[in-house]
């Protein structure tokens, strides 16, 4: 099982229906409009509902920037690389290596979903595991587009039938990512 705290990351968990989830506790000492709106998406989509202590959701999140709101979830299965890279034409697939802080992870998924990505795709090593931490960063992002990502410590081992194509964001970079022509393939 995993945990999602937060507003936005259960509310989106709940809205977007890609996460099956055992239960949703919220805070007994919490009464707003917010939280109200988490409790109709459970009830609409028949997920078990517990009230519970703030103290109580704080030993499960293990955090007390829960906002209230604490979902437990089966976990994530992830695709495999070459199931990451099928599908309708062009996709677009944002590798990620060495990003190491799940706070970071998070950030960056939030804006690759902004941007309109496929997938994700996430080494085994030196990478932030999609953690609370990541998904609460991201502000529920790991659940809008149901978040294909993939684990590998390589590239596919065979190349894919769909022209893979790639391109490199810094701050010195002429243009950015999102209005690059990005052709071709990879070399």
Same mark, same amino acid.
């Given at each position: 099982?995993?945990?999602?705290?937060?507003?936005?990351? =259960?509310?989106?968990?709940?809205?977007?229906?890609? &996460?099956?989830?055992?239960?949703?506790? =919220?805070?007994?000492?919490?009464?707003?409009?917010?939280?109200? #709106?988490?409790?109709?998406?459970?009830?609409?989509?028949?997920?078990?509902?517990?009230?519970?202590?703030?103290?109580?959701? !704080?030993? =499960?999140?293990? !955090?007390?920037?829960?906002?209230?709101?604490?979902?437990?979830?089966?976990? &994530?299965?992830?695709?495999?690389?070459?199931?990451?890279?099928? /599908?309708?034409?062009?996709?677009?697939?944002?590798?990620?290596? /060495?990003?190491?802080?799940?706070?970071?992870?998070?950030?960056?998924?939030?804006?690759?979903?902004?941007?309109? =990505?496929?997938?994700?795709?996430? !080494?085994?090593?030196?990478?932030?595991?999609?953690?609370?931490?990541?998904?609460? #960063?991201?502000?529920?992002?790991?659940?809008?587009?149901?978040?294909?990502?993939?684990?590998?410590?390589?590239?596919?081992?065979?190349?894919?039938?769909?022209?893979?194509?790639?391109?490199?964001?810094?701050?010195?970079?002429?243009? /950015?990512?999102? !209005?690059?022509?990005?052709?071709?393939?990879?070399?």
């Amino acid at each position: 099982m995993e945990i999602i705290y937060g507003l936005h990351p =259960v509310e989106e968990s709940l809205r977007s229906g890609t &996460r099956r989830f055992d239960h949703v506790s =919220v805070s007994q000492e919490r009464h707003d409009q917010r939280l109200q #709106a988490i409790v109709e998406l459970c009830r609409a989509a028949k997920v078990p509902l517990r009230t519970e202590p703030r103290d109580a959701l !704080t030993r =499960v999140a293990g !955090t007390a920037s829960h906002q209230g709101v604490v979902a437990i979830v089966r976990e &994530r299965e992830f695709l495999t690389t070459e199931d990451l890279l099928e /599908g309708p034409e062009p996709r677009l697939v944002l590798a990620l290596d /060495g990003v190491e802080d799940p706070q970071n992870l998070g950030a960056i998924l939030r804006t690759a979903e902004a941007a309109g =990505v496929d997938g994700v795709l996430l !080494t085994e090593r030196r990478s932030a595991p999609l953690s609370p931490v990541a998904i609460k #960063a991201s502000a529920g992002a790991t659940s809008i587009s149901a978040w294909p990502a993939s684990l590998t410590s390589s590239a596919p081992s065979r190349p894919s039938k769909n022209t893979i194509s790639g391109a490199s964001d810094s701050t010195n970079a002429a243009q /950015g990512i999102t !209005t690059a022509t990005i052709s071709g393939p990879i070399r």
